[in-house]
């Protein structure tokens, strides 16, 4: 046997496993010779060596002959590891840099120091959150960084700006989104109340909303700037209200299931 094949690993491997005759090997030569030729091994802890960055060549025996395929290499398999919980995101409308929000990126750094309420969350993960208070707190960031710990924790997260929510059921196909939700086991909705309110925001989306989330047991995260006793009542006195009775009875279910669904926080 040529002894450059033999002393090859993956050949001898092949060779060994097959038990494959000196005749196939001569058969194969040109193969071998090309798998040598250009097989690279990387090292992990030195960049990544292969001509396709990330993917090294492979060698196959099938059917008397050697083949070969392309596979990731340990740089691309440390990479596909780390990344692999950003499939867990069924839907978000943040910018990609947000996915890798560190909690010391946090301006308001100390609240999370002060208050252990979402770490306690984060263990437990039984309720949802109704987060509140004034604007420029941090809530979106809070929400954001919850979002991600969630997705890290395997949950399928669907993550929207409300007011950007509500615009993308208004451009049409609203059933792709709904189904999105469908398919999420935690929803994060940012800046609840912001948006223009109506009587066909709150009694076509917003409580449909909630009531998918009590029927399919949801996790819910919500940020606002609003009490919910603010919030009811600009429900209450949504756009276009035609009967008073029906206003009345749809904003105090929506702030009774937020307050089913929800622990509410207020950041201060
Ligand atoms: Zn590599």
């Known amino acids: 046997m040529d002894n450059k094949f033999s002393t090859d690993i993956s050949i001898k491997e092949l060779i060994d496993k097959h038990n494959i005759s000196k005749e196939i090997i001569n058969k194969n030569k040109l193969i071998l010779t090309k798998y040598i030729n250009n097989h690279i091994d990387c090292d992990i802890k030195k960049p990544c060596k292969q001509n396709k960055k990330g993917f090294k060549s492979l060698l196959i025996y099938e059917n008397k002959r050697f083949y070969i395929k392309f596979d990731s290499c340990v740089h691309q398999k440390k990479y596909l590891k780390q990344n692999q919980w950003k499939k867990n995101y069924i839907f978000y409308d943040f910018d990609d840099k947000y996915l890798n929000i560190k909690q010391n990126n946090f301006k308001n750094n100390d609240f999370f120091k002060r208050n252990d309420q ?5 263990k437990k993960i039984d309720k949802g959150l109704y987060i509140w208070g004034d ?5 979106t960031t809070i929400s954001l960084l919850l979002s991600n710990k969630l997705a890290k924790k395997n949950f399928k997260v669907f993550f929207c700006n409300w007011t950007n929510f509500i615009s993308l059921l208004k451009e049409g196909s ?3 989104y709904w189904n999105k939700i469908k398919k999420s086991q935690v929803v994060i909705l940012d800046d609840v109340g912001s948006e223009d309110i109506s009587k066909w925001t709150r009694d076509e989306i917003m409580l449909p909303l909630l009531n998918l989330c009590v029927m399919q047991n949801k996790l819910i995260i919500i940020n606002s700037n609003y009490s919910l006793k603010k919030l009811k009542f600009n429900y209450l006195n949504a756009k276009n209200n035609t009967d008073n009775e029906n206003a009345k009875i749809n904003s105090s279910k929506i702030i009774n299931r937020i ?3 929800c622990e509410l926080i207020k950041i201060q």
Do not use: A, D, T, V
């Not at 979402?118 to 984060?122: I, R």
């Not at 604007?135 to 809530?139: A, L, V």
């Open 174 to 176: 609203p059933q792709i």
């Open 135 to 139: 604007s420029n707190m941090g809530k």
């Open 118 to 122: 979402f770490n306690k969350f984060l």
């Open 259 to 261: 307050e089913k669904l």
